[in-house]
């Protein structure tokens, strides 16, 4: 796996596999990696024929006083982990290499970007489209891979790739879950025993919703309360948002009809978690 720090580099190897005609899958992270960014990688390799990798702690992502300084760095074991997968190329850079001193341009998403975690973490979504857009940039991958679990990120990501009309694919790929219901989060590590137990609230009312949908009810009123309901059983949590709402525009939506996304966000601890699905 040939390690990449600058961007000149990376725009040139790139550059390259395109020319000879290679089909190229991004995955892009922020390293502390797990099965659910391996899952992204499979998926990757299994449909084109290099794969592309980043890892970035992006700071313009980051609020003051979140959790930038404190975000679990393990490079040296993401990068086995990632040649392991078959990753070809991996980007590296630092932050003055992606943010040279004097750089102000951003990309702000409106309306779709101040909902749910853009609402919750103001600006959050801001640095995510507009690291992202540089990555896709200097890479011009023909297919980019990210997983369901950040769905606000996802809807963003869409309406960014539509409106500046960048040549590519964004696949969204399955939430990968412990065997007890918790999704895969590098923020995990945050979590101590008891409050590992206690995120499982997160889960379990998702899956109240999930049944209630399947047995009938389609009210989000009424599954909401659900949740709510369920939510409220447990010690330690301080919840954020719960909202049934358009997947593509996350504008709340009456009823739960198929492809509606099921979202919610909450604090255990200090730590900061988010889990979903989609209506089948």
């Known amino acids: 796996m040939q390690i990449v720090k600058s961007i000149a580099e990376m725009q040139s190897i790139c550059r390259n596999l395109r020319t000879q005609g290679i089909t190229m899958g991004f995955v892009p992270t922020m390293g502390a990696l797990h099965k659910g960014h391996l899952s992204l990688i499979q998926r990757a390799r299994s449909e084109c024929k290099t794969v592309v990798a980043s890892i970035f702690v992006n700071p313009l992502q980051f609020a003051p006083g ?8 393990t490079f040296e074991e993401d990068c086995r982990q990632l040649e392991s997968e078959g990753v070809a190329v991996l980007f590296a850079p630092d932050a003055t290499e992606m943010y040279p001193n004097g750089a102000v341009t951003t990309i702000t998403v409106p309306g779709i970007g101040d909902r749910l975690d ?29 997983g369901q679990k950040d769905a606000a990120q996802l809807a963003v990501l869409r309406q960014m790739i539509q409106d500046l009309n960048f040549d590519l694919e964004l696949v969204s ?21 008891l409050e590992r137990e206690q995120a499982l609230v997160l889960h379990r009312a998702l899956t109240k919703i999930e049944q209630s949908i399947a047995e009938g009810e389609r009210h989000s009123s009424t599954l909401l309360q659900i949740g709510r309901n369920t939510l409220e059983t447990a010690t330690g949590i301080r919840v954020d948002y719960l909202a ?6 996350l504008l709340p939506v009456a ?7 099921v979202a919610v966000a909450a604090f255990i601890g200090r730590t900061r978690l988010i889990d979903n699905f989609l209506v089948a």
């Open 255 to 261: 009823t739960a009809e198929r492809g509606v996304l």
């Open 244 to 249: 049934i709402v358009d997947a593509r525009s």
């Open 173 to 193: 790929c399955a939430i990968v879950r412990d065997a007890d219901g918790l999704a895969l989060s590098s923020r995990n590590k945050y979590l101590s025993v």
């Open 118 to 146: 853009g609402a919750s973490r103001p600006g959050h979504l801001t640095g995510v489209a507009t690291v992202v857009a540089k990555l896709f940039h200097l890479v011009a991958p023909h297919r980019a891979y990210f």
């Open 66 to 73: 979140e959790d930038f300084a404190q975000y679990p760095r």
